[in-house]
């Protein structure tokens, strides 16, 4: 997988959090990690409107930085602008999120990526992505993060439309049915940013190529509710990349 693919799903991963988040399989739990609310439940506000959220994710090739800025924040659509930077060269992308609410389960209905690099005699590229989920893709509770709870994600059609100086081009796969699952509530983490109270859930990346299912450990915080470390693990478990929040 290029390094361009995987800031791609850096930065889908990290924005799908919360608004949304995809997640999947088996649950494990350290006895010893502390509960801050009785219930061992949390409900997540909306990420205040010039949150700007700093992060580096290490793979084996390279580490890539980006920063995340949350323009708006609301239970359909979800704004940010995103400034990536790679050993390859760097990026502006501004990232727009749409779902809706059933129940008490959201869902992912598209999303949209205009990336903009600068190009030596091109000068400036833009590169816009539309991902589009029929019907939208669930991803998680929209209320009440209770440990051990679960949810299932059921196959949805993928069409991912991409338009660039090159043409365009349009894959249309079906997602992976999965399974999400509260780890912990309230479980303390440091990171280079800090330490804070999270909830940690189990789950799958959605963007993976050739629509592989990539497991992840993600790490968000209560307070702020934006993704403070998540860890992307291979077929046995092992982790293959991890992303920290290295500023707040």
């Excluded at 509770?141 to 440990?147: D, E, L, M, R, S």
């Excluded at 940013?193 to 959605?206: D, E, H, I, P, R």
């Excluded at 993976?208 to 693990?233: G, K």
Aim: charged content about 10%; overall charge negative.
């Amino acid at each position: 997988m290029s390094t361009s693919r995987r800031v791609l799903i850096a930065v889908f991963t990290l924005l799908l959090a919360f608004s949304a988040s995809a997640a999947k399989r088996r649950a494990v739990r350290s006895p010893s990690a502390p509960v801050v609310n009785p219930g061992g439940c949390h409900t997540f506000g909306f990420v205040e409107a010039g949150t700007e959220a700093t992060y580096v994710t290490h793979t084996p090739d390279a580490d890539v930085h980006f920063t995340i800025t949350w323009i708006s924040d609301t239970a359909t659509e979800t704004h940010t602008t995103q400034k990536v930077s790679t050993p390859q060269g760097n990026a502006d992308v501004e990232t727009f999120l749409y779902g809706h609410t059933v129940g008490n389960l959201r869902s992912l209905d598209a999303i949209d990526l205009t990336t903009t690099i600068t190009v030596p005699i091109l000068g400036k590229v833009v590169t816009e992505v539309e991902i589009d989920f029929v019907p939208g893709l669930v991803s998680g509770p929209a209320a009440g993060w209770c440990v051990g709870n679960t949810w299932d994600v059921p196959p949805v059609q993928e069409t991912i439309t991409v338009r660039s100086i090159s043409g365009t081009t349009v894959n249309t796969v079906t997602t992976v049915a999965s399974q999400g699952v509260v780890l912990a509530v309230g479980l303390p983490i440091t990171v280079p940013a800090g330490t804070f109270n999270t909830v940690q859930y189990k789950g799958v990346l959605v963007g993976s190529a050739n629509n592989d299912v990539q497991p992840a450990i993600t790490w968000v915080s209560m307070e702020h509710n934006i993704v403070v470390r998540q860890d992307t693990l291979d077929a046995a478990g092992n982790v293959t990349t991890t992303t920290l929040l290295t500023n707040l």
